[in-house]
């Protein structure tokens, strides 16, 4: 079974600096798909951004970016000029290629409480 | 547009009573289904999921169960609740495609008492 591991429970960073959060997972499966989810205090779950094992090039979306790393399976979220509304739990998740035996359900990490200063 | 509903919001219970949290989604039909719990704020710990009607599996076995008696609908039961089924019970549904993300309801927050 696949298992997702974010080893900073807590990170924090000041307004407009840029913070990483680590992830790394364990997987024999060559093909699968990655995502980083958001969880405000208002516990939406928002996706953030995601990845296709596939592809070399990591992907961006506005000041979120990751280092997809699939030899070392690791999937790190860089966040540039951070802001007070970022602010939030932020969870990795690993998603098996569907029609194998998991189906492709997700697997969460445990998550990592993002605290942003002003 | 696909949309998901889950209710209700909040819910606080006796122990020893009954559950049932109902999920439906629109605009997408034989949706992937899953109930998801979180307990203090941290980790989600999938509890079952479902690729098709009649076709539901469990993750951790506990006196919960859930149903799938429409292509869009998704119950979580239970018919004699445990403290320790306290927790934030999210809903979530996604597509085949690999890269198709998980959508979230709203989240039901059970405590019970």
């Known amino acids: 079974a696949q298992t997702v591991t974010q080893s900073q429970p807590e990170m924090s960073v000041q307004e407009a600096e840029t913070v990483t959060l680590s992830c790394t997972y364990d997987t024999s499966e060559s093909d699968y798909y990655l995502f980083w989810y958001k969880q405000p205090p208002s516990r939406q779950m928002i996706l953030v951004i995601r990845q296709e094992a596939y592809k070399q090039q990591n992907a961006t979306e506005n000041r979120f970016s990751v280092n997809f790393q699939k030899a070392a399976k690791s999937f790190s979220l860089k966040i540039s000029d951070s802001q007070l509304g970022d602010a939030a739990m932020y969870f990795c998740a690993y998603r098996s290629e569907p029609g194998g035996t998991s189906y492709g359900k997700l697997t969460f990490g445990q998550g990592t409480i993002l605290t942003v200063h002003p | ?113």
């Not at chain 2, 999210?90 to 690999?98: E, P």
């Open chain 2, 1 to 113: 547009s696909q949309t998901i509903h889950q209710w209700p919001a909040t819910l606080v219970q006796p122990v020893g009573s009954p559950l049932s949290l109902e999920c439906t989604v629109e605009g997408t039909s034989n949706p992937n289904l899953y109930w998801y719990r979180q307990a203090a704020g941290r980790g989600l710990q999938l509890l079952f999921y479902s690729i098709g009607i009649d076709q539901i599996s469990s993750e951790v076995p506990q006196n919960l169960s859930a149903s799938r008696p429409q292509d869009r609908q998704f119950i979580l039961s239970s018919k004699k609740l445990l403290l320790s089924d306290s927790g934030f019970y999210l809903c979530a549904w996604n597509g085949d495609s690999g890269n198709s993300p998980l959508h979230f309801g709203n989240g039901t927050r059970l405590t019970v008492t």
